[in-house]
């Protein structure tokens, strides 16, 4: 049953170290190879100033391409699958970019939305105008959606882009507005996020395998659908950002990244206890 976890949230802050709580973890996965899903920015990546300079963290190649030589292992991510490809060269890994709306992998193709695409050119100048006269403002054109990036922009100005862009998207019934940590995306309205993406791949052949539990690892937002997805019988973990205080569905916490790694360096060692 998966309705017992989607209830059950807790502040950030309260929520057990997945590293100090690892021997209770592992017993919870048991011996089959985990079904992992990971998200990217702010959980493989430092967050960075310039999206476009997310480097997955040193040393989780090698890392990545163990467990999934073990498990069926997906990067769920708001870039674009073939950015979000790019910057995770590893063999035998499932990509679902765009919040889900686009998954490749081993077998497996999945594109939802597509009819969004003509609404979001139509948009696109009105938008442009309106937002990049703000400072700091980055707009990116992406194959399924329209991000506004704000991180660099002062906070005076927010309420005035969330406006512009709020505005735009009640013009246009096939978009929505999706809020991320410092980024606006305007999206195809379909209802489909990253936890409809776990859902999908939960029943794709390869991730049903023999009886694993799936963990969710992210640090957004978007995240939680991802935590939602995976229920009472995963282990959601997040990984604490700029407020603790936020509500989570996780059932542990990491400090960042490079705890990211750590974990995963241990839970590969422990289903691959001889690579
Ligand atoms: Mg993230």
């Known amino acids: 049953m998966r309705s017992e976890a989607a209830g059950s949230v807790a502040p950030i802050r309260v929520l057990p170290s997945a ?18 899903f990971l998200d990217f920015d702010g959980t493989l990546a430092e967050i960075v100033d310039d999206p476009g300079s997310a480097a997955l963290l040193p040393g989780l190649a090698p890392v990545l391409s163990r467990l999934a030589s073990r498990g069926p292992v997906a990067v769920v991510s708001g870039r674009e699958r073939t950015d979000v490809q790019r910057r995770v060269p590893v063999e035998g890994l499932t990509f679902a970019g765009s919040h889900g709306l686009d998954i490749q992998g081993p077998g497996l193709s999945h594109r939802v939305g597509e009819e969004g695409i003509a609404a979001l050119d139509r948009v696109f100048p009105d938008l ?21 990036h704000f991180r660099n922009t002062p906070a005076e100005s927010h309420e005035a882009l969330h406006q512009a862009i709020t505005g735009i998207a009640a013009g246009e019934p096939t978009l929505r507005v999706i809020r991320g940590k410092m980024v606006l995306e305007l999206r195809p309205s379909v209802s489909w996020n990253k936890g409809d993406a776990v859902r999908w791949l939960e029943s794709q052949p390869g991730f049903t395998g023999p009886a694993g539990v799936s963990i969710y690892i992210g640090d957004d937002l978007t995240d939680e659908d991802g935590f939602a997805a995976v229920g009472s019988e995963g282990v959601g973990i997040v990984v604490r950002g700029e407020s603790d205080e936020r509500l989570s569905a996780a059932r542990f916490a990491l400090s960042g990244p490079s705890e990211v790694a750590r974990l995963l360096e241990r839970m590969a060692a422990h289903v691959d206890p001889r690579g």
Do not use: I, N, Q, T
């Not at 590293?19 to 992992?36: I, T």
């Not at 937002?131 to 959606?145: A, D, N, Q, T, W």
């Open 19 to 36: 590293l100090v709580e690892f021997p209770a973890l592992m017993e919870r996965v048991g011996s089959h190879p985990p079904r992992l």
């Open 128 to 148: 442009a105008e309106s937002v990049l006269e703000l400072p700091g403002v980055r707009l990116e054109r992406k194959s399924l959606g329209l991000a506004v």
